[in-house]
């Protein structure tokens, strides 16, 4: 079991990189805005600051093609065995075993166990006893987990998720409606073993529910995997934090991402939070620092004027029930210039987060061109990816693009598709097209 330290309160901190100048009658304002977690990274969130707030529910796949090779089953036993081990003392947890039906594996009364030497003990027996059979039902998986995770007074509320298949048992408009009644209630980590299961499916739970999502082709590497997951969940020090943009009349909002670690847009997951003010999900954090991209459009100006074009700040929920506290915030300005030279300067940190944007757009439509046998298209995406990876420095995407594609020349984006990429290779960069490299500052 790992060691932690006395809780401390999380201290945030907001940064942000933009070129403020517009020329006259410029309307488009852009801006990195740097989020960074300091000081809370072993909390267990704002109440009682202590360990117990933190809860977390695996759920394992058990379905029949786990048993098909046998180290799948074998490996996810030991993965959760790992992770059950990293559980620091006071974690609410439990086991759920996932098949077309979601069964609690431990401690099997309908609530969560408290983590201790015992229970530790209890919930690895109770893997020992797990076996394949069965199909593949997501959405009754997440309910499960729900429900468990909502039978104590928790802070941070975290599942992990591995499944080897499609989820076939059910339909999607039936895992939509799991992911849409369990978004905001708790995050989760999606893992995909193996290469039968569907990309877009693991994908797409952790970006409902604001957590990662990764490929472990080999069952081996699960342990490792499950374990740096665990640790990283039980480092959550504040949860529900919420990104809140507010903007002046005739403002209009373009768009909010998230660009490191990952991206993920976030615009069309606003809650209206009091006049001209929406809130945008961040889920937990503990000591980490991330990058969002805000984009408005304010009105024409003249030469020599100037305004507020945003502010942002970070909003938490307040332990005492009271209204969301502010952690911290800052501005987005617009000023109108005649300087050309001021006001067509793009900012490098904003530079940067468009390529990597469009870095994981165009892998992901040069994936399904090269699927569905378009090999021109293919090519041409594909091409631009190694170009983008290559300019930004992101020497771990521009590795996964190597394996699908012969790189000629990485500066104009020259490549030749393989004629045979291994299915493992192409599932990773897929499933990894995301992931960002952070702005050299």
Partial sequence: MANFSKPTVPQFSVDVYQNEFLPEGGRDVSAIVTVTSTGGGTTGGFANGGPAAAGVVIMVDCSGSMDYPATKMRGAREATAAAVDTLRDGTHFALVAGTHIAKEVY????????????????????????????????????????????????????????????????????????????????????????????????????????????????????????????????????????LRLWTPVGVEIMFVKQVAPSVEDLTGRRTEAGPRAGDYPTGSWGDESRDYHVSVRVPRAAVGQEMLAARVSLIAPDPAGDDPRPLSQGLVRAVWTDDLAMSTSINPQVAHYTGQAELADVIQQGLDARKSGDRDGATAKLGRAVQLAAASGNADTAKLLSKVVDVVDAATGTVRLKAKVAEADEMTLETRSTKTVRVKR
């Fill in 107 to 242: 401690p099997e009364d309908g609530r969560l166990a408290v983590a201790d030497a015992r229970t530790r003990a209890e919930a690895k027996e109770a893997l020992r006893r797990l076996s394949a059979g069965g199909g593949t039902a997501i959405g009754t998986w997440l309910r499960l987990a729900d429900r468990l995770l909502s039978s104590a007074e928790l802070t941070i509320r975290h599942g992990i998720l591995l499944t080897d298949g499609r989820n076939e048992h059910e339909s999607p408009e039936e895992l939509r409606a799991a992911l849409d009644a369990c978004a905001g209630r708790f995050t989760c980590d999606a893992r995909g073993v193996g290469t039968d299961w569907e990309v877009k499916e693991v994908t797409g739970i952790a970006s409902a529910l604001l957590g990662t999502a990764d490929i472990v082709a080999d069952p081996a590497g699960l342990a490792a995997d499950f374990t740096t997951m665990m640790e990283h969940a039980m480092g959550k020090g504040v949860a529900d934090v919420a």
